[in-house]
């Protein structure tokens, strides 16, 4: 299954992500992660990607696009994808429609995750990342300590730098102003599948699959 997660940021997409891709067996492909790891390498486009990302700005489509290009030619995305705030531009998503039809390939859904924006700045400044495993934990519903290790792996547990309150809004604004319009893009495709993303992870994961599910049969 070919799939994008698509919503605002903190709205809890990676996490479904992570536990979507081991259900199905199919990658998780998040283009903040990929970003993060150039960064935290010093590679010539981590360097290039870092300071819109502390600014939290969106990095220029073409970089991003030729980024994706790489990423959806290997070997692992022939069983399908989870495509983790990607696109985020209307030129990204169509560039993603070009890409894949190259490849003979096409998306199934677009799925659109929704929550208020109150509880999105919540979710994100307790937000918390393992610098070893890359989970994603949230101090309140998961219960942890501003110190704690990552009850998965052990690693340390870090808040990432654009989940501070004053990028948190720069990036809803982009969010607003540039991202939620590939929504409409979707919708007009009638691929667009939209789901409520109150709720402990479990609920939202549970109806998350039955969508999917029904959906698909
Ligand atoms: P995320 O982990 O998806 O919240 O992404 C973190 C940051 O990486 C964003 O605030 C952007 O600066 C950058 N980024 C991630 N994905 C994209 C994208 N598709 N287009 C442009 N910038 C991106």
Do not use: W
Not at 43 to 64: C, F, N, Q, R, W
Request: charged residues 30%; contains cysteine; hydrophobic residues 35%.
């Amino acid at each position: 299954m070919r799939l994008i997660f698509f919503g605002p940021p903190g709205v809890g997409k990676g996490t479904q992500a992570q536990i979507v891709s081991r259900k199905l067996g199919i990658p998780h492909i998040s283009t903040g992660d990929i970003l993060r790891n150039e960064v935290k390498n010093k590679t010539p486009l981590g360097l290039k990607a870092k300071s819109y990302m502390d600014e939290g700005t969106l990095v220029p489509d073409e970089i991003i696009i030729e980024m994706m290009k790489n990423r959806l030619s290997e070997s692992d995305c022939s069983v399908g994808f989870i495509l983790d705030g990607f696109p985020r531009t209307l030129p990204q998503a169509q560039s993603l429609d070009r890409m894949l039809s190259e490849l003979e390939l096409s998306l199934d859904y677009a799925v659109n995750f929704e929550i208020s924006e109150e509880e999105i700045v919540k979710r994100l400044t307790n937000r918390r990342v393992c610098s070893k495993c890359n989970s994603i934990f949230n101090l309140l519903i998961d219960q942890l300590e501003d110190n704690a290790r990552c009850p998965r792996c052990g690693g340390e547990l870090y808040q990432r730098s654009d989940d501070r309150s004053e990028v948190i809004r720069r990036r809803l604004e982009v969010y607003h102003e540039a991202t939620r319009p590939v929504l409409d893009y979707y919708k007009e495709k009638k691929i667009l599948l939209t789901v409520d993303a109150n709720g402990s992870v479990k609920e939202v994961t549970n109806r998350l699959l039955s969508l999917l599910n029904s959906s698909t049969s």
